[in-house]
């Protein structure tokens, strides 16, 4: 496996895996409060919308040129990644509180245990729409993930089996456990995925420009590099930047 | 037109996310990275560095916010 694809795995089952281990703490949240039947039947008919919405634009991504598709592809997950490494770094460094998923199991618990109970086709309405919309949002950003990651690097069933072996892997352990996955370095994944999207965003961006990187292909390694050096020199900037307003 | 706005409000977050200026800069240094390369001058170098600047630049009005 190529290096390119070997990232595009890696990517794909790491952001599918937070996101993931995000929509099970709101199904779970949803099955305990609301029961089981209604939450799972939310979570089937977001899977059935998410799997048509990456067969309909799959397809699409892959006619469209591919020096076109790496601009318009860099473009976008040089955007997108830069706002998740922004607020990994803002974790990392103490100015963003960590994600909590106990706190917001407890809260999405109270909440669902507090609404009125209204049955439409035979299910708990608040429980269905619950467990729908958490699986479809947080699964959108991973079919985002997997369709541009993919398509810019013509392998789009690569991306989508790292995907699915992420969601496998917590749909497991969350049923073994039935509890949210709090114990995950959730911080620390985001901190990776940002930092390869970065570098996809700025290698493919600036292929998709016209320019040409010295190395080819094997420049992505340098701009991993630069990345990694350069949010790991933010976090240690920030850190101690907070320190001495802390002291001062 | 309520639902309209909320669906380009949600594609606006999705994408942009609350930062809309870092969306700016990348777009500008994408420009100027092909204005560069089309006059075959070597620019490779461009985007790392307008990365860079973008998020040191995010972070800033992040932390000031």
Redesign the interface.
Known sequence: MSTGNAFLVLSAFLASAVEMVEALTIVLASALARGWRSSLAGVGAATVALAAITAALGPALTAIPLNALR?AV???L???G??W??KA??RASG??ALHDEDAIFARELADADGAERVERAGLDWYGFVLSFKGVLLEG??VV?IVLTFGSAQHSIPLAAVGAAGAVVLVAVIGIAVRAPLARVPENLMKFTVGVML?TF??FW??E???????GADA?ILG?LA??IV??VA?VQL?KRQRLEAATA | MKRLAGFGRFWWN??????WL??VL??VA??A??A???SHV???W???VA??L???L??RR??RS
Do not use: N, Y
Request: charged share 5%.
């Open positions: 601009l860099g473009a976008l040089l955007v997108f830069l706002q490494l922004r770094i803002l100015f963003k959108l950003e985002f970065t965003g700025i961006s600036t998709g420009a016209g320019a040409h990187w010295p420049s701009v630069f990345v350069v949010s933010l920030l | 999705f994408v942009i996310g609350d930062d870092a969306a990348v777009a994408i420009g990275t092909a560069i390369a089309h070597t620019a490779w461009l985007m790392p990365a860079l973008v998020l040191w995010s972070l992040a932390i």
